[in-house]
């Protein structure tokens, strides 16, 4: 067989409807690799791009010859829907870069699923086809997406396969990119074409209630692998989509997508009896939030505890900067938090200033403008000492990031009475414990630890709490689960559990 030649591309911003727009600054903060720059980076020690990206890269390199044929990989931080001119410049590269490479056995597309544009709601499937329409029926196109992804039937026609996430907290990128490349090696050796089968229960659950630890969006994925082994080969892969709900798109819901070797009736089958059994289910996926008030009285307990700050998650398009649990803890006099993180360059710029051992007037969002998504980014002031500082320049520990490059900008540590909060300058979800410990916190010592992260923290803390442990705080800001308060607009309607009385006839 001769040496493939495999195009590697893509897209990757999950977009929250209401979250500020994400224009090129927001890429130029994450990536924006083009060519012999983006091989390098993916071949890095410490890669800062995606962690599938680089996985998809190494699987190929350990699995014989191949010509990569890098094209242009963009990636955000989750942030509002990106602007129609940034799409059109990444999807039109891409399409540059390909029409002017040569002949081509396949390309892998880096993606999230959920992203949003200016005056289109489904860019992913956009630049699939693209991509598809440059290359013609006859070159394979293998696609990674996030668990989050909101899958469009466009999608699922235009690419040959697409693997999803199977974790949620997500741990399993390395696997799902070493996963893309093994698959993509079987397709060419084999010569086959995969036909892959998508079926859309109408169930739009928030995040909180997508954790593949526990039922039923765990007792799905884990009956779509047992599925796929009794098929003994015939089935490619199960992935099982569980949607960003703040999207707020046409696709938005749950996605089984089965993809068969070859044959369409085997993946056809897999996919109903998992649709079928996801329908039985559709009562699990919703979930009780803790009040801000029970969350004081916790802190205010013996017992060690660690909240997710649940309506401002950076993860998830959160400003990382709303205060009203702060306000609400430091208000009650808590003692041995630690809370990660703030987003306040200006309040990273002052603690800078002023140096460690310094007492000041600490002030938050004294930047915070008008637009409406800010509008939960309310002002606070507490007397502060600084307590460390640092360039924000680290590498992952443990859980989602773990082994990948992080750039928080100025950052430091602050004390406000029994509370010491971690402020930024690049807003990140403090899933990862290096957020405290980059600052020579003892996360062991705290009482009770605060993180500005929806769920991935849940890998990254495990070594300190329990899943008893850990509570979901119902606070105010862009990823507040509680559906109701949206005005979602696009989400297909009816949908469980927006709609408790959704009917459906499972196939
Ligand atoms: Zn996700």
Redesign the pocket.
Known sequence: MKTPRVALLGMIL?SNRFAKPADRADFDSLTWLEGEALMREARAETPSLATEFAAFVAAMDATGPWEAVPCLLAASHPAGPVTAEILAEVVERNAALLGGAGPLDAVYICN?GAMVAEGEDDPDGALIERVRAVLGPDVRIVVTL???GNISPRMVSESDLIVG?RT?P?VDMRERGEEAAFSLRRILASGTRPEAVLIKPPIAPASVSLLTAQAPYGTLIDLGQRLQAEARGAILNVSIFGN?IFSDVPDNGLSIIVTAREDRAAAEEVAAQLARVAWGMRDGFRRDLTSVAQAVELAQGSGKVIFSDAGDNPGGGGSGRTTELLAALHGAGCEGVLYGSFADPDLAAEAHERGVGTTFTARFNRGRGDNPWEQWDTPFEAEAEVVALHDGEVVGERGMTAGRRLHLGPSAAIRMGGVTAIIISDRTQTADPVFFKMMGLDIAAASTVVVKSRGHFRAGFDRWFAPEQVYEIDTAGLTSPVLERWPLTRVPRPSYPLDPDTEWVTP
């Open positions: 999950e999230h996030d668990l989050h996430y949620n997500h960003f």
